[in-house]
């Protein structure tokens, strides 16, 4: 094993040396002959520009529009092209020319003003004249572009251009200076343009990347033979003996049954490198380790203890809220459905209905601070007190309710929890109810034919915030084929992975999606909207609801 990793490790140390040499061979040569191309290319272009400066100074704009107009050369436009001759007889500026646009809407009609020649040029029949003659596909569409915006772009300046374009079947490379003449009005009249072959550009470049690249290369096998061997020694051999040891200390605890009996060969690393440190702390790792492991079956068994208490205690939670539906078959009057979804095993919402007496059902939605455990227990003692106090034969005011409860859960709350309640007393009979929101969300309600809407008022205090809280009540009323959602701050607040909300507008929406519906229906579409909107975002609050609606009732 130790021989096999030894060789797989050298094989890769060896790959990775040469490809990260030659990398580093193949950026600095790409380096240097980009900055050398780059130097050469400028200073082509600023030979270029200087000759097209010193040409256009001669030239006069009125006196050129003029022979444009009339398709002739004048004494002054000949003795410019004259000098433009000269320039181009005693220098290495391949053409030097000047174009001009008739007409600023057609791009596509460029034509010659004149075009400078030599005598080798002249003996081969090129003629010295060649005013309004059009000009051909010797310019790349490139250069087209930029004499246009040259001529017609408002900008007094030299432009450069760098083109590839076609010279006796061959590709040349060609660099160019272009600028505008002008007029005594500052009309561009025409484009002054300045071409020279690059091809002793790429003659250096290709001279300069050969020398690079030799030399490149004996360095790079230097520092290859060099790098591996340091490396082998300094970094291969010590990581093959941790590998050993590792491995082997790895098998053991596969094959163990008694984690104290467990070994770790500690590696000797004599250098005093990163290497020595990591032996070490990998001999103190494993010691960790062998203490985790001896600890592990106790740890694990009271996690699984925990587990199965957590799992009675989600049990008996779901037990006591109302969970048969339709809870009161005999009651065609209403229909109602209620879910709570945790955050974690257990939760700290509620909801609740019931009735008072005959004609009066209780409906409750609560949210006790925090989650977990602590919010379960409270969650439970408040649904207890609630549901005593308003079946007693005491008064059936919402108010009076939450004002006994407030008294009897400050009594011992050391902990500072408190519970969020939305409480309503509805006489099925009439569809009259009186409700306290206790610092809860506000309810959403739907009138026959219409959409949802939140109904928002200004809350009382949360429940076992303060002794003596007193709970302000509003009256409501359900007629038939109206629907009254409630819910807990779970809903709203359901977040997704960007960290958006589901908001008040998202819930109406998927409340909206079918108004009519049933109230399962109604919820489920609602479940459906938090899990598509949330996707697989963990939920950090419980989700719970509860919607009834009023039946028209039959005579």
Known sequence: ??????MRL?????????????????????????????????????????????????????DIRACIEKGEMSPKLNDALAQMNMYKENSRVSYIYLVYYPDEADPGDMRYVLYANTDADRADGVEDSVINSPCGEEYTENMWRGFYEAQFGGRDEIRFLENVTHINGSEVLMLTAIAPVYDREGNAVCVIGGDIFADIVIGHTRSYLLSVTFYAIIVLAVGFLGFFLLGRRFILKPLADITK?????????????????????????????????????????????????????????????????LSVAAQIQADMLPRTFPPFPDKESFDLYATMTPAKEIGGD??????????????????????????????????TLIKNRAQ?????????????????????????MFVTVWLGI????????????????????????????????????????????????????????????????????????????FGEERLLAALNREPDADPEKLLQNMREAIDAFVADTPPFDDTTMLAIRMNPVSL
Do not use: W
């Not at 094993?1 to 030894?6: A, E, L, P, R, V």
């Open 426 to 501: 509805l006489d099925i009979t009439t569809g009259k109810g009186m409700a306290v929101n206790a610092g809860h969300e506000h309810p959403a309600v739907r009138r026959a034919g219409g959409n949802f809407e939140l109904v928002k008022y200004r809350h009382s205090p949360a429940v076992a915030v303060m002794e003596g809280m007193k709970f302000r009540e509003h009256e409501f009323q359900l007629d038939p084929g109206d629907t009254l959602y409630i819910y807990t701050d779970g809903v709203p607040e359901a977040t997704n992975a960007e960290n958006e909300l």
């Open 350 to 383: 509620f909801y609740d209905f019931f009735f008072a007496d005959e004609n009066h059902l209780v409906l409750v939605m609560a949210d006790v601070s925090g989650e977990g455990v602590p919010a379960a227990l409270f969650m439970m003692i408040a649904r």
């Open 10 to 62: 050298s094989q890769i140390f060896m790959r990775f040396s040469f490809l990260l040499l030659v990398a580093l061979g193949v950026l600095l040569c790409s380096t240097a002959i980009y900055f050398y191309q780059r130097d050469m290319k400028e200073t082509y272009y600023d030979y270029v520009s200087s000759i097209v400066s010193v040409s256009r100074a001669g030239l006069d704009g009125d």
């Open 245 to 309: 040891s590792t491995g082997e200390f790895v098998d053991a605890v596969g094959r163990t049954e008694a984690p104290e009996d467990l070994t770790y060969g500690v590696v000797d690393v004599r250098d005093n490198t990163e290497l020595r440190d990591l032996s070490r702390q990998l001999a103190h790792m494993m010691a960790t380790t062998k203490d985790y492991m001896v600890n592990l079956k106790t740890v694990t068994a009271e996690k699984e203890r925990i587990g199965a208490e």
């Open 1 to 6: 094993m130790h021989k096999k990793i030894t």
């Open 392 to 416: 007693s034969e005491m008064s059936l005011s919402p108010s009076a309710i939450l004002a006994d409860v407030n008294g009897q859960l400050c009594e011992s709350n050391e902990e500072d």
